[in-house]
């Protein structure tokens, strides 16, 4: 009897792993070479369109009636006043849908030589992440580039992929270009499916090892937090650090490569507390790590203790923070958490 989500563990692996090629390939060759900013269509958006594409075929061509829920829409890409940047985009989609098959690969997932798409074919790839999400039936998320200035930095970025099914994270891919494997190897693939535990792959896919978060004393403990300061409130953590008697400096870096690295035990806990702008956490930016904490032994929940809600939409409603710890540490982190917010929510 085969394992339950076998197809989607290996499409996801094989889809993440064609996308960071893929982004790597856009630092390599535009990254270098330019200095535009995301707003400025810069080889982020390039990225970011392409990426999604490419995932999102694979998706079609495995599961034709399945949902996505992705970061980018193709609405722009679709104006006459773009088409060099539409021709980019199509460009290094199809060097990576064309490529030849690699591990795990399947040529019915339209990939593989032969397999390039039309531009109105892609941006209708792209187009199939507008699903506004639901608390029922099957639908992927896809976030293309997740940490923006990170990729632009040549540090710490991730491509992430999450099957739900009736509001509940089951597969979780991460792919981290940038984040060693070993001592050795530079690139890393997170994967979980519920039930069946957490491991880590090489960028090429190959070599896994299970991982697990370890049980560690709250003096011992550590926090990955995001870089910028606009995405998680570093004070709030400080006053929590300071609660807990944590004196390790935080782990500081972009995109949900945070998620992977607390998996394989390189950090303690996973912080991400509001900055008090009204911002709502996205789906896609949360699902994979999620599957992929419960599944290395850890608890995911808000600041309330409430665990995450992706049956909500594209968004996680009212933003109430994000903690990942161990299961040994989760309950104390919380109680410090709620302890360090409480005189703010009383203002």
């Not at 998320?141 to 509001?167: H, M, N, W």
């Not at 957490?198 to 004393?217: H, K, R, Y």
């Not at 809600?309 to 009212?318: A, I, N, S, V």
Request: aromatic content about 6%.
């Amino acid at each position: 009897m085969s394992l339950p989500y076998l197809t989607e563990r290996q499409l996801a692996i094989s889809a993440v792993r064609r996308a960071c090629v893929l982004t790597s390939s856009v630092f390599n060759k535009l990254v270098k070479n330019e200095t535009l900013t995301k707003d400025d269509k810069s080889p982020v958006t390039v990225g970011d369109y392409a990426a999604q594409g490419v995932i999102s075929t694979m998706i079609h061509n495995a599961f034709p009636d399945d949902l996505i829920v992705g970061e980018e829409d193709a609405t722009d890409l679709r104006l006459d006043s773009v088409a060099d940047l539409r021709r980019r985009i199509v460009e290094l989609a199809n060097e990576a849908i064309v490529g030849p098959l690699g591990v795990g690969d399947v040529k019915e997932w339209g990939i593989g030589p032969g397999q390039a798409l039309s531009p109105e074919a892609l941006m209708d790839a792209i187009d199939r992440g507008n699903y506004q999400g639901g608390r029922t039936g099957r639908m992927w998320t896809i976030d293309p580039i997740d940490g923006t200035k990170g990729f632009l930095r040549g540090e710490q970025y991730a491509v992430c992929l999450s099957l739900i099914v009736d509001s509940q994270v089951q597969v979780g891919v991460i792919g981290c270009p940038n984040l060693p494997f070993n001592t050795d190897t530079k690139g890393s693939i997170f994967v979980a499916v519920r039930g069946q535990g957490a491991e880590q792959l090489n960028i090429e896919g190959s070599q896994p090892t299970p991982i697990s978060m370890p049980i560690l004393a709250p003096s011992e403990l550590n926090f990955l937090e995001s870089v910028e300061a606009a995405h998680a409130s570093h004070s709030t953590n400080d006053k929590i650090s300071s609660i807990l008697g944590i004196t390790r400096p935080p782990i500081r870096m972009d995109s949900q490569a945070k998620y992977g690295c607390l998996a394989r035990g390189d950090g303690g806990v996973y912080m991400r507390m509001p900055t008090g702008t009204g911002y709502k956490e996205k789906i896609w930016d949360h699902a994979p790590g999620a599957v992929l904490v419960e599944e290395a032994g850890g608890v995911i929940t808000d600041s309330r203790g409430l665990p995450l809600d992706f049956g909500l939409g594209r968004t996680l409603g009212e933003n109430f923070g994000v903690i990942a710890a161990s299961k040994a540490s989760h309950a104390k982190v919380l109680e410090a958490v709620q302890k360090a917010i409480a005189p703010e929510e009383k203002l």
